[in-house]
């Protein structure tokens, strides 16, 4: 078992940065990040595969905004800059091994980022 928490969110006004953080209990290869945003289901949003440090965007509308970091071999964090409201949800950490690709098996129990205009 892994057991992660999330740390870092709150509130911004609209154009303003965040940075929200996640440790876990162990090493997995995979660690991502999923957001879920009211009345939506939870989508993906980038992955990181530490074995050669590939990071993965799963929502285009993440990259050149956001960026994962892994800072230890079991933290990882995402600074997000130019925040818009749309941008609102509970952010979730996620981690697991590489079979073929990222296995999400793991999960956090979130952390709430809100982006008022």
């Known amino acids: 078992q892994v057991q992660l928490v999330e740390s870092g969110g709150g509130s911004v006004y609209s154009g303003g940065s965040l940075k929200i953080s996640c440790q876990a209990s162990?090493?997995?290869?995979?660690m991502g990040w999923f957001r879920q945003a009211p009345g939506k289901e939870r989508e993906a949003l980038v992955g990181h595969y530490s074995v050669d440090s590939t990071v993965t965007y799963y929502d285009e509308s993440a990259k050149g905004r956001f960026t994962v970091s892994r800072d230890t071999s079991k933290t990882l964090s995402l600074q997000m800059n130019s925040l818009k409201p749309e941008d609102t949800a509970i952010y979730y950490c996620?981690?697991?091994?590489?079979?073929?690709?990222?296995?999400?098996?793991?999960w956090g129990q979130g952390t709430q980022v809100t982006v008022s205009s």
């Open positions: 162990r090493y997995t290869t995979c």
């Open positions: 996620a981690a697991g091994p590489n079979i073929t690709h990222c296995r999400w098996n793991y």
